[in-house]
C-alpha cells in the first residue's frame, strides 16, 4: 500500500463554480478514488482561494465585507462538489485561522534564511489575474490572458529573491524529470526558468484583506504566496512534522496551464528557500474551450458566453451526475485542450453510456430473468472474454497510475465492446434455458462485474447501481482491486435484477 497526496487548485472565490473549475476537480476526485481503489492511503484536497484586491473589489461591488462575500461564495462550491460527488478528505479556506498560521510561520522561516527582501515595486498589475506584468510579457499593455488593461503600481514591497534559484531549479528539473508533466507543460516550466529569473512582490501595503506579514504589521502577503501554501496548511505544516513527512513526498498537484508559473517555478523556489523539498510532481491539465476561448467567469462579464447556462449544477440536472463526469474524464485527454460543447455530451451519452454500457447492462440482466430464473450464473475460466478483461485490467490500471483517465476508460470501454460483440455473436436470447445460455451469461456477468470495478472512478453512482442489477453485495469501490479485479472472482448465485434504462437516450434537437 502506497500513498497519495491529490491537490487541486483552490479556487478563486468572487464567484461562483463554472464547468471549468468542476472539470479538475473531477479529475482530481476520479484519480483520487482509484487510488483508494488500489488500497492506497489517499488525502485529496480542495478548498477556495479567499484573499486578495480582487476578493474585496467583488465584495465591496455586492454589498457585503469581504468575509461575508467569500462564506458565500466558498459555500456554492461545497455545494457543487457535493452535487457532482466529489470525494474530499479536507475541504480547506485561506481564510481560516489554521492557514493564517502556517502562511506566517512558512514565510517566516524563508524570512529567517536570508531570502525576503524590502525594496519598492513599479510596474504593471492584472487584477484579474492577481499578478504583475512586464511590459515585454503584456499584449500592447493589456492583460494577455483577460485582453483588459493592465493598472500602473508603485509601493514598497517585500520580495523573495526568486532570482537565487535559477540554478537549483534547473538542477531540480535535470534530476526529477518526472516532477512536472506531461513533458510540453514541463519544457514550458523550464523555458521560463531558463529565460532568467526576477525577484518577485510578494506583500501589499494598498490593501489589508490578506495574511498580515509577521515580521512588519504594514504588510498583508500577496494573494499568491497565501493561497500556494494551502497545501501545506492541510497537512499540519508547522504543527504536526509527522504528517508532512508521511504527505509531502508524495504530493501530486493537478493544476490548470494558466498557473504554471506559480507551481513549477515560484512554488519549488519557496519551499527550497524554506529547507523543504518541493512537492513530488505537478500535473497541468489544459482548458475547456468554448469557440476557440477560454471557459472562464471573466467571460460571462465581458458578454461572452452566458455561465450560468454551463455551471455544473445545471449541467447535473440536465444530464445526470455519472454523465457529466464521464464526459468531462472521457472527451479530453489530460493535459490536453478541449472543445466543450452541450452537442458533445449529448454524443458521448447517447453512444458510449446508453448503447454501450446501458445496452450491455440491459441485455444481460433481461436475459438471465428469462432464461436463468434472475439467478447469476457462474463465469467459466477460459472465456473468450477472460483476456479482453486481462487487456482491459491492465490497461485501465496502467492509465490510472499515468494521470490519464481517458486512456483509463477507453480501456474499460474496450471490455465492453467486446462484450457486446460476444453476445451479439452467440445470441443468448434465442438459446433455451441450460447450460450453453448460463456459461454465456455467466462469463457477460463476470465481464460486467469488472467493468463496475474499473468505472467506479468515474461513475461511482452508475458502479454501485451495476452491482446491485447483477446480484453483487458490498461496493465496486471497496472490494480490494488486486484481489477481485481478477477474472473468475464470481461464485453465481446472486439474484440478478432488471430495472429501467441505465441511461434514456437523449432525443436530438434536429
Not at 15 to 23: C, E, K, L, T
Not at 89 to 112: C, G, M, N, W
Not at 274 to 302: C, D, I, R
Not at 331 to 343: H, I, P, Q, R, S
Request: charged share 20%; hydrophobic share 40%.
Amino acid at each position: 500500500m502506497g500513498r497519495f497526496y491529490i491537490t487541486t487548485p483552490i479556487y478563486y472565490a468572487n464567484d461562483a463554480p463554472h464547468v471549468g473549475s468542476a472539470y479538475t476537480t473531477v479529475n482530481a476526485d476520479a484519480l483520487a478514488r482509484w487510488h483508494r481503489l488500489a488500497g492506497d492511503d489517499v488525502k485529496f484536497l480542495t478548498g477556495t482561494d479567499e484573499h486578495g484586491q480582487k476578493m474585496a473589489d467583488a465584495a465591496a461591488k455586492n454589498g457585503f465585507s469581504p468575509q461575508e462575500w467569500t462564506d458565500q461564495v466558498s459555500e456554492r462550491f461545497r455545494e457543487a462538489w457535493s452535487v457532482l460527488d466529489i470525494s474530499y478528505d479536507d475541504f480547506i479556506r485561506t481564510t481560516e485561522p489554521r492557514h493564517y498560521a502556517t502562511v506566517q510561520k512558512f514565510l517566516s522561516v524563508i524570512y529567517e534564511n536570508g531570502y525576503i527582501y524590502t525594496d519598492v515595486y513599479k510596474g504593471l498589475y492584472c487584477v484579474s489575474c492577481e499578478d504583475y506584468y512586464t511590459i515585454e510579457a503584456s499584449d500592447d499593455g493589456m492583460c494577455p490572458i483577460h485582453h483588459s488593461p493592465l493598472t500602473e503600481m508603485e509601493e514598497e514591497n517585500w520580495f523573495f529573491r526568486l532570482s537565487a534559484f535559477e540554478d537549483r531549479l534547473l538542477e531540480y528539473y535535470a534530476e526529477n524529470p518526472g516532477f512536472v508533466t506531461p513533458e510540453t507543460k514541463r519544457n514550458e516550466a523550464l523555458a521560463f526558468i531558463k529565460s532568467g529569473l526576477r525577484d518577485i512582490s510578494i506583500t501589499r501595503t494598498s490593501i489589508t484583506w490578506g495574511v498580515p506579514v509577521p515580521w512588519d504589521e504594514r504588510h498583508v502577503f500577496y494573494v499568491w504566496y497565501d493561497a500556494l501554501i494551502n497545501y501545506l496548511t492541510a497537512i499540519g505544516y508547522g504543527q504536526d512534522d509527522d504528517e508532512v513527512a508521511i504527505w509531502w513526498p508524495n504530493s501530486h498537484h493537478l493544476i490548470g496551464k494558466e498557473i504554471i508559473r506559480f507551481h513549477c517555478v515560484w512554488w519549488p523556489a519557496m519551499c527550497m528557500a524554506a529547507g523543504l523539498e518541493p512537492a513530488h510532481h505537478v500535473h497541468v491539465n489544459g482548458w475547456l474551450l468554448v469557440g476557440g476561448e477560454k471557459l472562464g467567469k471573466t467571460m460571462a462579464a465581458e458578454g461572452g458566453v452566458n455561465l450560468t447556462d454551463i455551471e455544473p449544477i445545471a449541467l447535473t440536472k440536465e444530464f445526470g451526475v455519472d454523465p457529466l463526469r464521464y464526459y468531462l474524464l472521457r472527451e479530453t485527454a489530460l493535459g490536453n485542450d478541449g472543445e466543450f460543447a452541450l452537442e458533445s455530451i449529448v454524443a458521448r451519452y447517447n453512444t458510449d453510456l446508453a448503447n454501450n454500457l446501458g445496452n450491455l447492462v440491459a441485455r444481460v440482466t433481461t436475459v438471465v430473468a428469462s432464461k436463468c430464473a434472475s439467478v447469476a450464473p457462474a463465469p467459466s475460466g477460459d472465456s473468450p472474454l477472460r483476456l479482453a478483461a486481462e487487456s482491459a485490467l491492465q490497461g485501465a490500471a496502467h492509465a490510472w497510475e499515468d494521470f490519464a483517465p481517458q486512456r483509463a476508460l477507453e480501456s474499460t470501454w474496450s471490455l465492453i465492446g467486446a462484450t457486446n460483440a460476444y453476445l451479439e455473436t452467440l445470441a443468448p436470447w434465442k438459446m433455451e434455458p441450460g447450460e450453453q445460455v448460463d456459461a454465456v451469461m455467466g462469463d457477460a456477468l463476470e465481464a460486467i462485474r469488472i467493468v463496475a470495478i474499473l468505472v467506479s472512478p468515474a461513475m461511482p453512482g452508475v458502479a454501485e447501481e451495476i452491482w446491485r442489477r447483477i446480484g453483487l453485495t458490498g461496493s465496486p469501490a471497496s472490494a480490494p482491486f488486486s484481489r477481485y479485479a481478477v477474472w473468475g472472482q464470481s461464485a453465481g448465485g446472486g439474484r440478478v435484477v432488471k430495472g429501467d434504462p441505465l441511461f434514456p437516450r437523449i432525443k436530438s434537437d434536429e
